[in-house]
């Protein structure tokens, strides 16, 4: 069965492509096949003036015709859509999604902060890592930040922020708003019997785990990130690009990224973070298996 999920966030959009095979002995591999991603930023006119403009529109709706062709050409099965942060707070929004469907066929679903912050249970990570540890997952993106926490094996807590880095970029998040986020940690990321370890999901924290040379599986300190974030917030953008190999759209949003891990993980008590390389799209690829698998 081949699937495909596609997530619209406030910084880009990404495609990814994957193939599900059934074994005989009863489990079930994901081969990806592609993965895109396209930063187009709604973010930045979302945030800003309310509503997404007519260049970025033009962008979202050439990529998704895009998206709509390579999929054709994969021969998926089944797709699911669905648009975050930006595309939930633009004022035009509606008629964007109409003049996607007219032009690729389609269907875009605008998902709660909520459900965002709940797909990675989809992906069933949990299942690998020690039980007898209590794991939050931290998902930033560039219009909110996704906190859920994960214990006894349990799902018991989640939670969406609007606090993003291109909301930061534009100087929209206030300290009303770390406050709110601080003391809602605090009041409800507090688990005393377990070790609380990070799970640290998105493009930034999956950069700096790169810089850091460590095999796939192996935590990353958050002193480390903490230690990343003062050599960055020194450098211009330029030169962030020429000493990490940073493609713009990357050297300018990573330090706010890392400033919101960090002040997360000293909030929650973290001192260690596992960084899987899963994201939304991942947990829409297995939450579409799982609908099929049932039916």
Known sequence: MRLAA??????????????IIEKED??????????????????MDVFNKGKIGKQREKMLVETLQAFGHLMSAYSVDKYRACATSAMRDAKNSKEILQAVKRTSKLDIEIISGDEEASLVFET???????????????DVGGGSTELSLFSDGRHIYRK????????????????????NMEREIKEQVNDKEHELIG?????????????????????????????????????????????????????????????????????????EMYVPKIGVADGLIHQLYETERRK
């Open 160 to 179: 969406s922020f609007n606090i993003g880095t291109i909301r930061l970029l534009s100087g929209l998040v206030k300290e009303k708003d770390w406050d």
């Open 6 to 19: 596609i997530d619209i966030g406030s910084n880009a959009a990404r495609l990814l492509i994957a193939e």
């Open 199 to 271: 799970i640290g999901s998105g493009g930034n924290i999956n950069k700096v785990f790169s810089l850091t040379k460590k095999k796939d599986g192996k935590m990353i300190s958050v002193s480390t990130l903490k230690s990343y974030l003062k050599d960055m917030e020194k450098m211009t953008v330029g030169e962030r690009m020429k000493e990490y190999n940073f493609k713009e759209d990357r050297a300018d949003v990573i330090v706010p990224a890392l400033e919101i891990y960090t002040k997360v993980a000293r909030w929650a008590g973290i001192h």
């Open 26 to 43: 009863g489990t079930v591999e994901t081969n990806k096949l592609n993965l895109i991603r396209v930063p187009f930023r709604l973010g």
């Open 124 to 138: 069933h990570i949990t299942d690998k890592l020690d039980a007898s540890k209590s794991y939050l997952y931290i």
